[in-house]
């Protein structure tokens, strides 16, 4: 069971708009930055978003991230079938001193 | 750019003891924060926990107290993950992430490639 809440899947079409959504707490998200990883299989995760919405020299613009109250949100503009991954978000747990994580979302690009 | 580049697979039986190993290419470290994570066979990440790289003080997760021991070797830039009386479910990927620490952080932004521990009798 995952402190932070995320979708098991999410898909769209190519060149369609998706969204994930993160849901989590005041001892985490509500008052901590979250910060969203990409991930291929057999492959180490990638920093996407960091600090709720700011993307890593590389990142393309359709990546974007949003954080209100509780919850956050990693959206995706313009879905292209490389986008096909696990999608994890996490912020950093008052309450458990640690860094609490979702348990992913693997976004399909039909 | 920095990389890191981890240790090879690990096979053991459990109550047996692994170390692995983080090496950043310059042989320095170039921020202070290594953060360990793991990921079990289709699960999630879970943070095992950092070490600060210039003091040397650590900090584990939640559940990763007792068992998993971080240790530095500053003039090879390496950092060590010693995890002891394995248990089965400690079968997974472990990751080693570069990171600044505090205000400095902005994200684990770079990544060693993953060491493969399997727990088996």
């Known amino acids: 069971q995952s402190v932070l809440t995320q979708p098991p899947s999410a898909s769209g079409t190519p060149g369609q708009r998706v969204t994930i959504f993160c849901s989590g707490s005041s001892s985490n998200i509500g008052n901590n930055h979250v910060y969203w990883y990409q991930q291929f299989p057999g492959r180490a995760p990638k920093l996407l978003i960091y600090?709720?919405?700011q993307r890593p020299s590389g990142v393309p613009e359709r990546f974007s991230g949003s954080q209100s109250g509780t919850s956050a949100s990693l959206a995706i503009s313009g879905l292209r079938s490389e986008d096909e991954a696990d999608y994890y978000c996490?912020?950093?747990?008052?309450?458990?001193?640690?860094?609490?994580f979702g348990g992913g979302t693997k976004v399909t690009v039909l | 750019q920095v990389h890191l580049v981890q240790s090879g697979s690990e096979l053991k039986k459990p109550g047996a003891s692994v170390i692995l190993s983080c090496k950043t290419s310059g042989y320095t470290f170039t921020r202070p924060g290594m953060n360990w994570l793991r990921q079990a066979p289709g699960q999630g990440l879970e943070w095992v926990g950092y070490?600060?790289?210039?003091?040397?003080?650590?900090m584990y997760g939640q559940g990763f107290t007792g068992r998993f021991v971080f240790s530095l070797e500053t003039s090879a830039g390496t950092t060590y993950l010693q995890i002891s009386r394995l248990k089965a479910e400690d079968t997974a990927v472990y990751y080693c992430?570069?990171?600044?620490?505090?205000?400095?952080?902005?994200?684990?932004?770079?990544w060693g490639q993953g060491t493969t521990v399997t727990v088996s009798s």
């Open positions: 600090r709720n919405i």
């Open positions: 992430a570069e990171s600044g620490v505090g205000d400095g952080f902005y994200g684990m932004d770079v």
């Open positions: 996490t912020a950093w747990d008052d309450s458990l001193s640690g860094w609490a």
């Open positions: 070490i600060n790289t210039k003091t040397g003080n650590p």
